[in-house]
Every structure is written in structure tokens, then in C-alpha cells.
């Protein structure tokens, strides 16, 4: 068997390694002509790093990443609300790390390299069509600069190219538009002193308006400094901004306008960024869950599949998970076709189920409760809300996402 991979994100790359572990041939088309360390933040989920753990790679993580120990909420006074352990803390069988997204994509870059060889990664090539044969799949790819069309024959392609998928947009080209959620996210990285016990997470705020913040790097946090990856959000309203704006430099006084007021006795949210060096601007979107993923030997991974809301940062640790079953699946059955259908059977339902849950605002229903129960801040305890309802309200997305520690996990 021989597999496509149209993207070579996390999910692709994951993709591209754990099929080569089950002894199956793969190459990476990948649209950009360099992988190059993009992006701030993120947090790998406790399944998602076991998986990448049975890669081998469990050193690597533990050096570029903190193990986050608690996800921590915070009304806009900077008063706590509710403190949830994650990882080992909560008894997981695996960490979860806070990475830098761009250095944990080089990692699985150079690994997969490492493994497949240089020539398995071809870059600068975009997907532009499919087509069925009596046996594979016929893949065309472009060179977005010099327009050189470039064909492979294939048994199985897999689009993983993310929310603007070119492999989705081909299955659905019309009424798959972006759903804009009226919010935009602003992200920055900033160097400080630990937060907090120093490897905690948290989000303080309300629905309109939320400031979340994690350290991401293993070998500050071992000399007792953190860089910080911090996200504003802000309810805006209005119609989603083109692509061509996605990913922009804003200057940081719309930031600090908003959070001006936002100053604690644990953290001062505007100095914190204030000594940011670059803030880029994103807004808030997903698509509707499709009916179905997979057409014959063509099918989805991650973003292309479900995009998800980054406010619950699930997004990476689900490419991972679907890359781990669909692998398994086109290892254990002699009809790639039906093993993406048993793929598609085994993920639809999961993934689904979370992004709903994400346009509920997710783990975020603990602000929610604060700012319904005590909107101008509390005295010395959470009053008014009981254990039990902030226990809930994280459990509820916790479940979702398959990140209890009681909740199976792969074999």
C-alpha cells in the first residue's frame, strides 16, 4: 500500500510516522515551500502526547514543553474560581505539555525525514484534484510558483491541509462555508517570570471578553523563567475577515485598550503585553460537521475534517488521535476503502460531538457561571456556586474531548 498526505502539519506528519511504523509507504505534498516554526502556543492533550510518547518521542516533548499540572479560571478581577488538575495530576497516563506549536511541527519534520528519508516530503506542491481509478487514486499537484503540474498515483489520500482545506473544498465546493463565531483571538509570546506555581494554565474573564496564558518552554522553565504564550479574545461581531487578513500584525494599543483595567495582584495583563514583541490577530471560526469524510480511497484528517474552536486547545491533540486510528485502520484491513469508512465510523461521532461543544464555549462555562453568579467579583470564596456545578462544567468537556484519566485510552 502507498499513501498521499496532502499537509504537513501535525496531523499530517503524525500521520506520515505512524503509518511508516505499521510498515506503509507514504510521501507528504505539502502547498508552502519550507516547514518553518509558525505559530505560538498550544497544548497537547494527555492522549495525544501518549500517542506521541509510542513514537519515541516523549524525551523530545518533555524538553521543548512544560507539564502543565492544572487549568486554573479566573474571574476579570483576577479572583479564582475554579482549579481543574490536568496531566499526571489528575491521574492521566501521560503528561500534558504546553509546547510552542512551530518547534513541535519542526520536530515532527525532522523525524519523519529522519525515518522516511528527505525524499518522502515533497514541499512548494499544492493538492489541486483527485481522481478515482479502478485501483488508488490519481493526485494532481501544483507549484504554486511556477504552475508545474506534478501527478501520483496512490492507493489512498488522506487530506490533512487544514481549515482551508484544498482536498475538502474538492469533496464540497459549495455550501461548506466558514462560520464565524463574532469574536477574533490575539496571540503573542512574551518572556516573564513563572506564573502561578509555574506550571499551571489559565483564562480569566467572561464570555465578551477572556485572557488566557501558559508557559511553552521546558528550558526556561528549568532555569526559573517562562515563556508565556498569551491569547486576548474580544466579542466583535460582524462578518468573518478575509483570509488574506488572517494571521496579521495589530498594533498592541488595540490590546490594551480593552485590557487596560486588567491589572492583579498576581499578574499585570497589560505590562504582560506591553513586553510582547509581535501580536497577531485571528477570529474565531469553524465549519459545520460534514456527513461524511471519506469518498472511496480519499479521505480527512484534523482541521480538514473538524475544524474546532482554538479556545479548548483540542484542535492538535484530535489530528493526532485520528491519524493514530485511521493508521491502525489501514493497517488492519485489506481494503483501504473500508478501512476509511471503519476510520471515518470510529472518529465522526467524537469529533462532532466536541466542536458542538466548543460553539457552547466548552471548559470557558466556569466563567460563564462566575460572571452569572457574581458579576462584580467575589469575597474570599467562589459564592454562590457550588463544587459540584464548576465540577460539572469542565467535566462535561472533558468527557468530549477524551481527556479523563478513567476514559479508555488507545492500546
Request: with cysteine; proline share 6%; glycine share 8%.
Amino acid at each position: 500500500m502507498k499513501v498521499a498526505i496532502a499537509g504537513a502539519g501535525i496531523g499530517g506528519l503524525c500521520a506520515a510516522l505512524m503509518l511508516h511504523a505499521r510498515g506503509i509507504e507514504v510521501e507528504i505534498w505539502e502547498s508552502a515551500a519550507e516547514i518553518r516554526p509558525l505559530g505560538s502556543g498550544l497544548m497537547l492533550m494527555p492522549q495525544a502526547v501518549h500517542e506521541l510518547m509510542e513514537l519515541g518521542l516523549g524525551n523530545q516533548l518533555a524538553t521543548l514543553g512544560v507539564d502543565i499540572a492544572a487549568m486554573c479560571y479566573f474571574n476579570r478581577y483576577g479572583q479564582q474560581i475554579w482549579r481543574d488538575p490536568r496531566g499526571h495530576a489528575a491521574a492521566a497516563n501521560a503528561p500534558q505539555y504546553a509546547i510552542n506549536r512551530g518547534l513541535l511541527q519542526v520536530l515532527l519534520h525532522n523525524v519523519t525525514t529522519d525515518r522516511l528519508g528527505a525524499q518522502a516530503v515533497h514541499c512548494g506542491k499544492a493538492f489541486e484534484s483527485f481522481e478515482p481509478e479502478e485501483r488508488g487514486v490519481l493526485v494532481r499537484l501544483r507549484d504554486p510558483r511556477t504552475r508545474t503540474l506534478t501527478e501520483s498515483r496512490v492507493d489512498v489520500l488522506i487530506g490533512a491541509d487544514g481549515i482551508f482545506s484544498a482536498v475538502r473544498s474538492f469533496m464540497y465546493p459549495i455550501k461548506d462555508e466558514l462560520r464565524f463565531s463574532g469574536r477574533m483571538i490575539w496571540r503573542a509570546l512574551a518572556e516573564s517570570e513563572p506564573l502561578l506555581d509555574g506550571r499551571s494554565a489559565f483564562m480569566a474573564g467572561t464570555r465578551r471578553q477572556k485572557f488566557s496564558c501558559f508557559p511553552v518552554s521546558g528550558s526556561l522553565h528549568t532555569r526559573g523563567r517562562a515563556l508565556l504564550s498569551w491569547v486576548a479574545e474580544l466579542q466583535t461581531g460582524g462578518a468573518v475577515p478575509p483570509k488574506a487578513e488572517w494571521n496579521r500584525r495589530v498594533d498592541k494599543a488595540l490590546i490594551l485598550r480593552a485590557f487596560a483595567d486588567w491589572k492583579w495582584d498576581w499578574l499585570d495583563v497589560p505590562g504582560l503585553i506591553e513586553s510582547s514583541r509581535e501580536i497577531l490577530e485571528f477570529p474565531i471560526v469553524d465549519r459545520d460537521p460534514l456527513p461524511r469524510w471519506s469518498f472511496g480511497p480519499v479521505t480527512l484528517l484534523g482541521d480538514a475534517a473538524h475544524p474546532i474552536y482554538p479556545t479548548g486547545h483540542a484542535g492538535a491533540a484530535q489530528a493526532i488521535l485520528d491519524a493514530r486510528y485511521l493508521a491502525d485502520c489501514l493497517q488492519s484491513c485489506s481494503d483501504p476503502c473500508e478501512a476509511l469508512r471503519e476510520y471515518e465510523a470510529e472518529r465522526i461521532q467524537d469529533t462532532t460531538a466536541l466542536l458542538l461543544r466548543h460553539r457552547m464555549n466548552g471548559p470557558e462555562q466556569v466563567l460563564q457561571l462566575a460572571e452569572a453568579r457574581a458579576p462584580d467579583g467575589f469575597n474570599g470564596s467562589v459564592q454562590g456556586i457550588e463544587e459540584a456545578e464548576l465540577r460539572r462544567a469542565t467535566q462535561r468537556f472533558k468527557e468530549v474531548a477524551g481527556i479523563n484519566p478513567e476514559r479508555h485510552m488507545p492500546n
